[in-house]
């Protein structure tokens, strides 16, 4: 499998993680120091968050590079701890260029009880999502995180962590973070549907075979 075919440069990099921060900020998707985001402008070259920053008011200069293995390469402050997991995403999955970790509330809410999301109510779940899956709890910022995520990161786009919060990644930062975004509006939807409304009409496998062959063939809904 080949690797990220297009890197962003190390400057729109830092730009970029800071934007789509404030931008999970804003969205309640992260609050206080939450979340961590990081994006590779190289073979062996990542650009990531600090720990103990808000992503709301975070700034270009507080970002870290680091290399593959985790050794710092520039900056003052301390990568996060669960650089960790975004590391084995990347392992994982050679076509990643971005990851997002966040704690948006409807998503994280179907995480600590359990539930996966299945993407049989609408069309966009199932060409932008798939099935979300829920990975065992691990301890935060420990090596039990990776392995916890490990076997879900190369067949999915995004994952539920339980009792955690959510994980999504992408081709690039942009990506990754529309797949947080579309997380969060499917777990509400499935929330109201499922669980307050308690009537829906899932769509069946024949109507979503069909969705998944149309993305197959590049066309767009």
Same mark, same amino acid.
């Given at each position: 499998m080949s690797g990220v075919s297009n890197y962003m440069t190390e400057q729109e990099a830092r730009k970029t993680i800071c934007e789509i921060g404030k931008r999970l900020?804003? %969205?309640?998707?992260?609050a206080a120091n939450d979340g961590n985001l990081s994006v590779k402008t190289g073979e062996d070259e990542i650009i990531c968050t600090p720990t103990g920053v808000s992503k709301g008011v975070m700034t270009e200069d507080m970002?870290? %590079?680091i290399r593959m293995n985790?050794?710092?390469?520039e900056g003052?402050?301390?990568p996060s701890s669960e650089i960790k997991m975004h590391l084995r995403v990347y392992r994982e999955n050679k076509q990643v260029?971005?990851?997002v970790h966040a704690h948006p509330p409807v998503a994280t809410a179907f995480a600590v009880a359990g539930l996966e999301l299945q993407p049989n109510l609408l069309p966009e779940a199932v060409i932008l999502l798939g099935?979300?899956?829920?990975?065992p709890y691990a301890t935060p910022g420990t090596d039990e995180v990776s392995e916890a995520i490990a076997p879900y990161v190369?067949?999915?786009?995004?994952?539920?962590?339980?009792?955690?919060?959510?994980l999504t990644w992408g081709k690039d930062i942009y990506e990754a973070f529309y797949r947080m975004e579309s997380l969060e509006h499917y777990a509400r939807i499935s929330m109201y549907a499922k669980y307050t409304i308690r009537h829906f009409n899932p769509l069946t496998n024949l109507e979503m075979s069909k969705l998944i %062959?149309?993305?197959?063939?590049g066309r767009k809904l």
């Amino acid at each position: 499998m080949s690797g990220v075919s297009n890197y962003m440069t190390e400057q729109e990099a830092r730009k970029t993680i800071c934007e789509i921060g404030k931008r999970l900020y804003s %969205k309640n998707f992260v609050a206080a120091n939450d979340g961590n985001l990081s994006v590779k402008t190289g073979e062996d070259e990542i650009i990531c968050t600090p720990t103990g920053v808000s992503k709301g008011v975070m700034t270009e200069d507080m970002l870290v %590079k680091i290399r593959m293995n985790g050794e710092i390469v520039e900056g003052s402050l301390t990568p996060s701890s669960e650089i960790k997991m975004h590391l084995r995403v990347y392992r994982e999955n050679k076509q990643v260029g971005s990851v997002v970790h966040a704690h948006p509330p409807v998503a994280t809410a179907f995480a600590v009880a359990g539930l996966e999301l299945q993407p049989n109510l609408l069309p966009e779940a199932v060409i932008l999502l798939g099935t979300v899956h829920v990975a065992p709890y691990a301890t935060p910022g420990t090596d039990e995180v990776s392995e916890a995520i490990a076997p879900y990161v190369e067949n999915s786009k995004a994952l539920l962590m339980a009792n955690h919060g959510a994980l999504t990644w992408g081709k690039d930062i942009y990506e990754a973070f529309y797949r947080m975004e579309s997380l969060e509006h499917y777990a509400r939807i499935s929330m109201y549907a499922k669980y307050t409304i308690r009537h829906f009409n899932p769509l069946t496998n024949l109507e979503m075979s069909k969705l998944i %062959k149309r993305a197959e063939d590049g066309r767009k809904l």
